[in-house]
């Protein structure tokens, strides 16, 4: 049962911007257990084994009297609510890359994804 709204002082929308396969999904599971361990492979096309999935709804974390959304994109759904941050998982894919910039004056935090045998 979530509190009632009045117990909550504060809501921080984030985004999470990437290319398909780059990590936006594990990136965000890291945020939300604290699970620092968990790393990022690169997949080729050819095996990237999972289907890119758009989730219409964020996922919450609850701290104190503030509730943090996260939405995974690049789902149309970034650009209908407005994000205190924009995390940008590395990426030269081009419909990424002109999102990210069709979005000015927003913070960003870039993030290196961990590349095995690179």
């Keep these: 049962m979530s509190p009632p709204s009045s117990s909550i002082d504060r809501i921080l929308n984030i985004g999470v911007i990437g290319a398909r396969g780059v ?3 594990t990136l965000i599971h890291c945020l939300l257990s604290g699970d620092r361990s968990i790393r990022l492979h690169r997949y080729d096309d050819d095996e990237y084994p999972y289907e890119e999935v758009y989730r219409t ?3 919450e974390i609850k ?3 503030m509730v943090i959304r996260i939405f995974d994109s690049p789902s149309p759904t970034i650009l209908k609510h407005p994000c205190g941050a924009i995390l940008v998982a590395k990426t ?3 419909k990424s890359f002109q999102l990210i910039h069709a979005m000015p004056g927003f913070p960003r935090l870039s993030l290196e994804r961990s590349v095995e045998g690179a």
């Design 92 to 94: 030269s894919d081009a």
């Design 57 to 59: 709804e964020p996922f």
């Design 63 to 65: 701290r104190k009297r």
């Design 23 to 25: 990590g936006k999904t």
